[in-house]
């Protein structure tokens, strides 16, 4: 039986790593260096077996943890039943495939206290890591491609971004900041309500005229920005529609 228990607990975006990392290679090394004492392991006439690996870059075929729910997310079931009933390549390129999301789950288990920039962060670093599957198949991490209107979108992403970084810094202002940041707010007026509001009220720019909306003005939550490519205020769209016409 397995021993998947959480009493290692990594807390740190550099700890979290360096537990996938090692996991990852574990891993790795039963699917491809060790791949025939993997293979003959997972006997379909022996019961539901998972793929294991562990902090210590050891790997393991082993049935799961009784413990319901378990102490750490557990890998697919059942591995072994396909063997046989697939080409080699082809079943281990499955067995890869879960073993990714199962990397994955544990890594963001662990990292389940961690903020958003944390979260990112390790993201990040385990997306510079070739995936089980890559690795397995010999597929090579497609890299992005530029297309005609990156520019565009490049324009739009700096926009959102100086756009979030402004509703961060309403967010987190306090009665007691400097009188010289209060009034480089001030200065800041919706294009509706023609006021500043509230310190801590979203805000959100057109990417035509660049003018700046409280998101109530125009019914836009945050949730709903983040899922806006180009946002067009209600002018804009206003003067985009007659041209239209």
């Known amino acids: 039986m397995a021993t998947n228990s959480s009493s290692h607990s990594p807390r740190t975006v550099e700890e979290i790593f360096k537990d996938f990392s090692a996991r990852h290679a574990a891993v790795l090394r039963a699917l491809t260096t060790d791949v025939e004492d993997f293979y003959s392991q997972c006997d379909p006439e022996r019961d539901n077996l998972c793929l294991y690996g562990h902090p210590n870059e050891s ?7 009784e413990e319901v729910p378990p102490e750490l997310p557990e890998p697919v079931l059942g591995i072994n039943f396909a063997r046989d009933g697939m080409e080699r390549r082809d079943w281990l ?11 994955l789950s544990v890594a963001f288990y662990f990292g389940a206290r961690l903020n958003r920039n944390e979260r990112s962060r390790v993201f990040t670093l385990i997306n510079d890591l070739p ?27 700096a926009k959102r971004e100086k756009q979030m970084k402004a509703n961060q810094r309403l967010q987190e202002e306090s009665d007691d900041e400097d009188e010289g940041n209060e009034d480089e707010h001030e200065e800041t007026l919706c294009g509706s309500c023609g006021t500043n509001g509230n310190e801590d009220e979203f805000w959100i720019g057109c990417d035509i005229c660049e003018k700046w909306y409280h998101g109530k003005c125009v019914k836009i939550t945050p949730a709903k920005a983040q899922s806006i490519k180009e946002y067009r205020c209600p002018s804009c769209s206003n003067k985009r529609a007659k041209h239209m016409a």
């Open 131 to 157: 995936t089980v599957f890559e690795a397995v198949t010999g597929r090579k991490p497609l890299k992005d491609k530029p297309s005609v209107d990156s520019g565009k979108k490049s324009k739009n992403n």
């Open 93 to 103: 390129s499955l067995v890869a495939m879960h073993t990714d999301s199962w990397l």
């Open 59 to 65: 790997w393991e075929v082993a049935v799961p943890a």
